[in-house]
């Protein structure tokens, strides 16, 4: 069965997306090649989420181009119809080379967790005792949102793990344990683990217990239909617990360059394809028959234990990060809040662009509706002075006597009436009820306070940085993030901030310290990135020239003078360049 015949949900709620072949292939090529010759007899295999099976008809083939006989492999379906395709896949090997289980293969797996006599249902032994060879998967991906917080919890109590967890994550965990010391882990994989807060357990685990070997980030490469963008681990099980000495892995990763002139093209590539690219060892901007990539290697150093974020870096990018760091006097975190926006979780009934077309006795009075500024109206430095946000939010919050407070629906009758019409949806958000707040509360408001003060406000995602200045008592959207000078810190470093953070150079920093593109070279921008940002001495001239031009462009801005603007602006690129010591080509002065 063709995984895209099944519902897009369906899909989603199994993480089923399957493995091309030609990744298969170079899985199954480097899972063996690190195996070197078998210990003992027989190889045996396992592929705990086998989908159709081609993960392990890849490993099969890839040991007998290794010339290895005998092998035996296991695969582990939840899906009946998926395992009848691996039956077809698979089938004239024999009953005794593959063995086929229908089943969960975590509740398997519990058969093999060290405690697992604690638990009250112990899972059968079914034939998977932890002592595998080799493990190769590519197992599902789903989010603790999908997957429900209930078996979520479940998960994590019963594998030990905290945090956010996602369904790969146990998996992770759950395979690593099924191998015999030695035996080697292969494994296809969302990225995100390796740089975002919810992947801390994991990391642990990974680099207590698995040597590795190792990794390739695929990118934006769209290798596979899923969202995510994923990422190749290859690991030896350890057999004793490791030193604290770090180990250094070889990398490769690899993004799409959507936008490169033909000069830049520094590699005429072996390959055909952009696997065979990465299977040949190819570094640098290429162009292969499915598009142009630019592909990094270099090698990340990991301390066993440890859940430092596995930044991939070349060795340029280090000193970029580096160079940054050592300049700065501080980050954007230290001098301000950065938050997200609102999250009403219910937008169509608290966010409208029409609340004049309600009828008179169902429009909310004016002084709840205010003006929100969402991702469509995000610019560069500040918006027009004419343009006012495009829809307006119903914000029943305010502040009074220094503390949050709710608006008396008793003193606003016409937004009583308006919101009476969705009662029974809003109540249905139990988590506001059950936190003993009203039924018609925004679910995150943020400080109802701030708002007047002035504030950088950028979108989450975004190809390039579009901070910009709002003096105005505007809402900011949850599409969007929002930062605000702690009350000790002076206006200038405001604009500081914003020429920073809207520079080529911080852009690059970005990049090198989060790693976190999505499809078509978008960024994401959230407190925990932005909070990170170097920002240099705000004494020196530099930085107080860089400030006297963010007034300007702002001022520029305001009044629509865009190529005066973008003249400036290159001109805050390159004091930007010079307060961190690096010239306009990024390399250090
Ligand atoms: C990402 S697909 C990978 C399939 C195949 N190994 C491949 O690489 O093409 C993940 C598979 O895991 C299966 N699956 C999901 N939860 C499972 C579980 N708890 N136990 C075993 N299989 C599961 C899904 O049905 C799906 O076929």
Known sequence: MDPTTLARSERK??????????????????IIEYMGPPVAGRVRVLDPACGDGKLLQAAMEALRRRGVEGSRVV???????????????LTGHGDDVV??????????????????????????EGGLHGDFDVV????????????????????????????????????IQAMTLA??????????????????????AIRAFVSTNIELLELIDLGDTKLFEAAVLPAVLLGRRRDHRPSSSRCVVPFARVYSQLRTAP????????SGTVVEALAAGDEGIIR????????????????????????????????????????????????????????????????????????????????????????EDACRWAMQRQHRPLGQVLYPHFVSGGA?????????????AYLEDFRSRLEARRYVVEAGRKWYEVWVPQDPGAWQSPKLVFPDISPEPRFFLVEEDYVVNGNCYWLMLRPEASEDLLYLILAVANSTLMTRFHDAAFGNKLYAGRRRYITQYVAKYPLPDDHTKVARHIVLLARKVVTLARTGNTEQAGQIEQAIDALVHEAYGFDLNGEPQ
């Open 13 to 30: 709620r199994m993480g089923a997306h399957y493995t091309p072949p030609a990744l298969a292939r170079l899985l199954a090529d480097k």
């Open 75 to 89: 695969g582990v379906e939840a899906d009946a119809s998926a395992l009848a395709e691996a039956r077809k896949t």
């Open 99 to 124: 063995e086929l289980i229908a089943g969960d293969f975590l509740h398997l797996a519990v058969g093999f967790q060290p405690q697992r006599d604690l638990w009250p249902d112990p899972a059968p």
């Open 136 to 171: 190769i998967a590519n197992p599902p991906y789903v989010r603790t949102q999908v997957l429900g917080a209930a078996r979520a919890q479940q998960l994590a109590r019963q594998f030990e793990l905290s945090g956010r967890i996602d369904l790969s994550h146990v998996f």
């Open 179 to 200: 191998l015999r010391a030695g035996g080697i882990l292969g494994i296809i994989t969302s990225n995100r683990f390796m740089s975002t807060l919810a992947g801390k």
């Open 263 to 270: 000069d830049k093209v520094s590699l005429m590539p072996r």
């Open 288 to 375: 292969v028959s499915d598009g142009t990539y630019d592909i990094t290697r270099g090698f990340l150093s990991i301390t066993p234990g440890s859940d430092d974020v596995w930044a991939l870096l070349s060795p340029r990018e280090s000193d970029l990060v580096a160079r940054l760091q050592e300049k700065s006097c501080g980050t954007i975190g230290d001098v301000a809040h950065v938050r997200v926006g609102i999250k009403t979780t219910a937008d169509d009934v608290f966010i409208r662009k029409d609340w004049a077309s309600l009828p008179t006795e169902k429009r909310p009075e004016s002084e709840l509706l205010r003006p929100l500024l969402s991702h």
């Open 404 to 416: 949050k407070r709710v608006a008396d629906l008793k003193c606003y009758p016409r937004t009583l």
